[in-house]
C-alpha cells in the first residue's frame, strides 16, 4: 500500500471513529496497567466487569500486595489464565513499590522491566495514561495491519516498526484506537463484514492482494 492510499484510509477511519479511547475502564496509571495485563486473551468488557470489583479495595500496589497470588487469583478469575495473570500482577506491584516508589513508569524501557509487562501494555500505559504518542499491537491492529495493507509483518514487533513508519508519529494514538475498533465493530476476525467497511476500495485483503 502506498503512501497516498495509506493516508487516504487513515483520513476515512479518522472520520468514522473520530473521539474514540481506550475501552478499558481506569481511574490511574496503574488501574491502566493492571487492566491491560488482565486484558490478554480476554474482552475489554469482561476486564472492566472485574475490575470494577477488584478496585473498589484495591487500586494501589500496596493494597494488591497484601493478596495471596491464590486470592487475587480467585478475584480475576473470570479474565482467563488467571494463575499466570495473578503471579504477574503481584510481581509488578511489589517492583513497583521497590524500584518506582509505588508509581507507574512512563517510559517503555522501564515499563518493559516490570513483570507481565510486554511492549503492547506499556504502548497502553504510555498512550492513554500519558498521553505519548505510541502504538500498542493488539490482536486487532496485528491482524487490520495486514489485512488492510497499511503495515505488513510476521509478528507483532515488526507491524508496531512498520505502522510507526508508515503513520505520522502525532497520530500513532489515534490510529492506534481507529484500528482497534474498526476491528471490533466491521473487520472480524473470522468473518469480516466487508459489506459495510468504509474502507473496502482499498483493502488488500477484500480486492484479492493478500499473500
Not at 86 to 96: A, R
Request: some cysteine.
Amino acid at each position: 500500500m502506498n503512501k497516498k492510499t495509506r493516508d487516504e484510509v487513515l483520513k476515512i477511519l479518522s472520520e468514522v471513529y473520530a473521539g474514540v479511547t481506550c475501552g478499558l475502564t481506569f481511574n490511574s496509571p496503574f488501574e491502566l496497567l493492571i487492566s491491560t495485563i488482565l486484558s490478554a486473551q480476554c474482552t475489554d468488557e469482561r476486564v472492566n466487569i472485574v475490575t470494577k470489583e477488584l478496585y473498589k479495595d484495591y487500586n494501589t500496589p500496596e493494597a494488591i500486595v497484601e493478596l495471596t497470588e491464590e486470592e487475587l487469583g480467585e478475584k480475576i478469575r473470570s479474565c482467563g489464565f488467571y494463575r499466570n495473570k495473578s503471579k504477574n500482577i503481584i510481581g509488578c506491584c511489589k517492583m513497583l513499590l521497590e524500584k518506582y516508589d509505588g508509581k507507574v513508569p512512563s517510559e517503555m524501557e522501564e515499563l518493559i522491566k516490570l513483570p507481565g509487562v510486554g511492549r503492547k501494555t506499556a504502548n497502553v500505559v504510555m498512550s492513554n495514561a500519558y498521553g505519548k504518542p505510541a502504538i500498542a499491537v493488539d490482536t486487532h491492529v496485528f491482524r487490520l495491519s495486514n489485512r488492510i495493507g497499511i503495515a505488513k509483518g510476521k509478528n507483532v514487533e515488526e507491524v508496531e516498526e512498520k505502522l510507526m513508519k508508515n503513520i505520522p508519529k502525532d497520530m500513532w494514538s489515534d490510529a492506534h484506537h481507529y484500528l482497534i475498533w474498526h476491528g471490533r465493530k466491521i473487520c472480524n476476525a473470522r468473518k469480516p463484514k466487508c459489506e459495510t467497511c468504509p474502507i473496502i476500495q482499498y483493502c488488500e485483503y477484500y480486492n484479492g492482494k493478500s499473500n
